[in-house]
Structures are given as structure tokens and as C-alpha cells.
Nanobody
């Protein structure tokens, strides 16, 4: 199983970035997919998740209204569109796959597979 994240980079406050995660080696539609992030000196935290069919989403309060998660069950990808970026969004972002999740508030210790992480830096 491989989750390949891409799309990170440097962006100014108020800007936008789109992260993408390509999955292979698993039955993608069987997994709730999500994004976590880890800022320098902090623990990894949940950001967003999307249901297996893509009809439901859930966001951390800190990104609600600014970020949007979408998935493509044909192409086996999950994207995170990030708008209105703030300096506090600076972090390494990880995509995650959870096969047994019963809700969209994903728990780090129950994640089956992790992507390698992609760095997002929000700075002027």
C-alpha cells in the first residue's frame, strides 16, 4: 500500500494550495480518507476527513470554512483544497486511510496507512 502526497510549498498568508494524495495497493473505496498535520514542535492533529462514498466531510474547527476535502474513487485520489491560509497552518500534512472508521473524526492510533507527508509553509 502506498499513499503519495504532493502539492505542498510556500504560500503567502491569504493564499491557496491544493494537496493531493494518490493511493495504490488498496481498495480505495473501502477506506475513510483523511488529512492530518504536524506543526513544528507540536503533536500531529486531525484536519479533515471524507466518507467512503465522498458524500460526507468533517473538519477540525481550525480549518472549517477554509479547507475542503474531495475524493475520486475512480482515480484513487483524495485532495485537500486550502484557501485563506494562515501562518498557523504551517505544518507537514499527511494523508491517511482508515478502513474501520465508523465516523469521520479519525483517530491517529487507528489509521491503517499514512502518506509520507508534504510540507506547507505559510509566510510572507
Amino acid at each position: 500500500v502506498q499513499l503519495q502526497a504532493s502539492g505542498g510549498g510556500l504560500v503567502q498568508p491569504g493564499g491557496s494550495l491544493r494537496l493531493s494524495c494518490a493511493a495504490s495497493g488498496l481498495t480505495f473505496r473501502d477506506y475513510v480518507m483523511g488529512w492530518f498535520r504536524q506543526a513544528p514542535g507540536k503533536e500531529r492533529e486531525f484536519v479533515a476527513a471524507i466518507s467512503r462514498g465522498g458524500g460526507s466531510e468533517y473538519y477540525a474547527d481550525s480549518v472549517k470554512g477554509r479547507f475542503a476535502v474531495v475524493r475520486d474513487n475512480v482515480g484513487n485520489t483524495v485532495d485537500l483544497q486550502m484557501n485563506g491560509l494562515k501562518t498557523e497552518d504551517t505544518a507537514v500534512y499527511y494523508c491517511a486511510a482508515d478502513r474501520s472508521a465508523r465516523n469521520l473524526w479519525l483517530e491517529e492510533d487507528k489509521i491503517d496507512y499514512w502518506g509520507q507527508g508534504t510540507l506547507v509553509t505559510v509566510s510572507s
